[in-house]
């Protein structure tokens, strides 16, 4: 019964470092996302993918990029860390459909850049 | 741009009294969405409302959308302390059924005492 997983659930990079986040899930939902949260902010979307070969920038997308490995998998990546990125990470998936369904969060990952 | 507000956003109140969070966004939209986040957790899935005048209820919490008035209102009964929580309410940005992601408010802290 995992639902979303996501791994690491904590990093520290320095600035200038890449790093990527990976998330998996198993509910066999078509759309996944990623989201960063910040103290006061909210949660803002930063890539969604729509289904398995699509992504799309959300509201938040610069110094991200992403990869949907396949139905499964959707990780982001960033190339070259700012501490600007300092946030938590959760990653969503859901069903597509004339009824939308909640968004299903995983565990989130803790980053700081330092 | 939709945007989603909450008010308030900090609340502390006592055990056994009643209380209202409200969600207003800013276009038109008949799916909202609210969410249970526990320090340091994640997010939890707590209602969907996909119409106008849907009312879904679980417990102590009852939550409503007109959205005619684009006002999403959760209402706390005879708080108790486990419900202590930052509460977010989200909106579908495509109501038909798309999957480009929730807009989040920026949550509400609420405290309960004793």
């Known amino acids: 019964n995992a639902g979303v997983t996501q791994t690491p659930k904590f990093q520290v990079l320095k600035t200038g470092q890449s790093m990527t986040l990976q998330c998996a899930q198993d509910m066999n939902h078509n759309s996944m996302y990623w989201y960063r949260q910040d103290p006061g902010m909210g949660l803002r979307l930063i890539y969604y993918s729509a289904s398995e070969g699509t992504t799309d920038k959300g509201e938040v997308p610069n110094g991200y990029n992403v990869s949907r490995l396949n139905k499964r998998e959707f990780s982001l990546r960033l190339e070259s860390a700012a501490p600007s990125q300092t946030s938590v990470y959760f990653c969503?998936?859901?069903?597509?459909?004339?009824?939308?369904?909640?968004?299903?969060f995983g565990n989130g990952t803790r980053l700081t850049v330092t | 741009e939709l945007k989603v507000e909450q008010n308030p956003l900090f609340l502390s109140m006592q055990e056994g009294k009643n209380y209202t969070i409200y969600c207003n966004y800013s276009?038109?939209?008949?799916?909202l969405y609210w969410y249970r986040q526990d320090p340091g957790k994640s997010l939890e899935s707590l209602f969907v409302l996909l119409s106008n005048g849907a009312v879904k209820q679980e417990g102590r919490l009852m939550a409503s959308l007109d959205t005619k008035a684009r006002l999403s209102t959760l209402h706390i009964t005879a708080a108790v302390h486990d419900l202590s929580a930052t509460y977010f309410c989200a909106v579908d940005m495509n109501s038909g059924g798309g999957a480009d992601g929730l807009t989040f408010g920026k949550g509400t802290h609420l405290i309960i005492q004793p």
């Open positions: 276009t038109t939209s008949d799916r």
């Open positions: 969503a998936s859901s069903e597509l459909g004339q009824f939308v369904g909640p968004l299903h």
